[in-house]
C-alpha cells in the first residue's frame, strides 16, 4: 500500500507563486501515470495536469504556460510548480499516481488572494 501526501500550499497574492509536492510512501519507479487535479470552493474536481508514462505531460488550458509538472523518481516525488497566480487558481490541490491502482493524496489548499 503506497500513501501519498501533498504539501507546498498556502496563501499566496496575485501573481504570486508556489511549489506543490506531491511525495509516495514507497517506490514509484513502476508508476504508468501522474496528475495534479484542483477541486474550486463549491465546484467539482478538475485536471490541472497529466503526465503518462513515456508520453508528454498535457495541462489544462486555464494553466498552459503557467503550470509545470515534474518529477523525481529517485526521490518518489512529483511537483507542481505555479506561477502567475490568479484567484481562479484557488482550489485543494490533489496528487494522483497510478500503479495499476490509484493513489490519491488528501489535497493542500492553495489560496490566492486579490
Known amino acids: 500500500q503506497v500513501r501519498v501526501a501533498e504539501s507546498g500550499g498556502g496563501l499566496v497574492q496575485v501573481g504570486g507563486s508556489l511549489r506543490l509536492s506531491c511525495v509516495a510512501s514507497?517506490?514509484?519507479?513502476?508508476?504508468?501515470?501522474m496528475g495534479w487535479y484542483r477541486q474550486p470552493p463549491g465546484k467539482q474536481r478538475e485536471l490541472v495536469a497529466i503526465s503518462p508514462r513515456g508520453g508528454p505531460t498535457t495541462y489544462a488550458d486555464s494553466v498552459k504556460g503557467r503550470f509545470t509538472m515534474s518529477r523525481d523518481l529517485a526521490k518518489n516525488t512529483m511537483y507542481l510548480e505555479m506561477n502567475s497566480l490568479k484567484p481562479e487558481d484557488t482550489a485543494v490541490y490533489y496528487c494522483r499516481i497510478n500503479m495499476g491502482l490509484d493513489y490519491w493524496g488528501q489535497g493542500t489548499q492553495v489560496t490566492v488572494s486579490s
Open positions: 514507497g517506490s514509484i519507479l513502476g508508476f504508468t501515470g
